[in-house]
Structure formats: structure tokens, C-alpha cells
């Protein structure tokens, strides 16, 4: 399904962006509802999807330990790193909810081997079940937990997928990324192919962006997007 996904996209992308739009007009609002209607376990809601308060602390989490350890930055406001968790938990329940408009779905077997793969749950290049609940409880997840995460992350990730190969250069900026590798270009040699690529690829992120900027603005707009400030 995915691979007809894809191939159909990149013929008619024009089909995408008609899925996008139709999201905005057809889309059932149900998480609109005040703060007393609400669960205070709740701290936002994405459509259909909630995050959660356990949700939005472990990515603050993740947040202050990046920030602590690979910044090496000790002194990040509190508010820096809320709004970090918030727009970073509400963007991936914005791409959940284009992956159920695109029908995708993550298989048992699909699961199963994204984590017996993954080498932080492997001991002596072998998946290791116990050493994986270890892992899990020592950073506060149960198991249950942890996979519906990761399903919901493949989730996205093939919903991004499919809105990198519909989104496409236009010729006016596929000039721009000619020109400006001219531009980079040393007078008397031949362009560097390798650097038109890498130029292309920042085009095609950038307007990848705009597009899921674009997205989560309309959702907004309509109330599709509902933020719980005072559980922040």
C-alpha cells in the first residue's frame, strides 16, 4: 500500500495536497472542548489525539537531558524547554493524523523488528529481552508503553516519507538552487554536482517545513489544536 502510495504521489502530487486541504474543510472537530470538560491528565489535544501529561513530561525530559549533556548548556529556561516539548509533541500528533489520511498502518512484524534491531536493547549483537525491560524501567517506560510510541513513530516516519516524495521542486526554484550553486561555483571549473545535490535537499526540506507549518496552522486556526496552558 505504501509503495502504491508513493508512486501515486509522485505522478499526481497535486493529490496530496488535496488530502491536506480536505483535512481542513471535513475534519471533525473533537478535542475543542474548555478545561473543565476536559481530563486533567490532558495537556493537549491534536484532533482526535491527546498528549498527555506523562507524554509531555518525558519530553521536557528528553529536552533538558539534550540541552544538559550534548549542548552541555546548564542554565536553559524552564519556558524554553516547555515550549520545545509542547510544539515538538503537537507536531508528531499532526502527522499522525496525516498518516490516518493516508491509511497507514504499522504491522506487528513491522514493530517487532524495529526493536530487536535497534542496538541500545542488543547484547553481543543480540536482542535481549531482559536487558530491554531493564533499559525501559531504568528511564521510567513499561514496555506497553514504549511500543505504542515506537509504532507511532514509524507512523510518522512513513507519513514523512510520503510528503518528501510529493513535495517536488518548482522550475523557479530548482533555477534558484542552480543559481546559487553557480554562485558557489570557483570561476573556470565545472559545477560541483555533489553541492547542487545538498543545495536541492535544503530546498526540498525547507519547503517540506513550510508545508507541515502550513498544516498545523490551518488545524489551529480551526480549532483542531487545543493547548492546556495551565498544565503546562
Request: glycine residues 4%; without cysteine.
Amino acid at each position: 500500500m505504501l509503495r502504491t502510495m508513493r508512486e501515486g504521489s509522485e505522478k499526481h502530487p497535486w493529490i496530496l495536497w488535496a488530502i491536506l486541504i480536505s483535512i481542513g474543510i471535513t475534519f471533525v472537530i473533537v478535542g475543542a472542548w474548555d478545561f473543565q470538560g476536559s481530563t486533567p491528565n490532558t495537556v493537549a489535544e491534536v484532533g482526535p489525539y491527546k498528549v498527555t501529561l506523562e507524554e509531555y513530561r518525558q519530553a521536557k525530559r528528553r529536552y533538558s537531558k539534550f540541552y544538559r549533556d550534548q549542548l552541555q548548556q546548564e542554565d536553559v529556561k524552564d519556558e524554553t524547554i516547555q515550549q520545545l516539548a509542547i510544539d515538538s509533541l503537537v507536531t508528531n500528533k499532526s502527522w499522525q493524523i496525516l498518516a490516518d489520511e493516508f491509511g497507514l498502518a504499522v504491522s506487528p512484524q513491522e514493530l517487532h523488528d524495529d526493536i530487536v534491531n535497534q542496538k541500545d536493547f542488543q547484547k553481543d549483537g543480540a536482542f535481549d529481552p531482559t536487558f530491554y525491560q531493564r533499559l525501559l524501567a531504568a528511564n521510567r517506560m513499561k514496555p506497553h508503553d514504549y511500543e505504542q510510541r515506537r509504532r507511532n513513530e514509524l507512523l510518522i516516519e512513513k507519513a514523512r516519507l510520503i510528503a518528501s516524495d510529493a513535495t517536488a521542486l518548482t522550475p523557479g526554484e530548482l533555477q534558484e538552487v542552480k543559481d546559487l550553486n553557480a554562485r558557489q561555483t570557483l570561476e573556470g571549473t565545472e559545477p560541483d554536482m555533489k553541492m547542487f545535490e545538498q543545495i536541492k535537499m535544503q530546498f526540498l526540506l525547507q519547503k517540506k517545513q513550510r508545508a507541515m507549518q502550513a498544516f498545523q496552522a490551518a488545524l489551529r486556526a480551526r480549532g483542531d489544536v487545543t493547548i492546556h496552558q495551565e498544565l503546562l
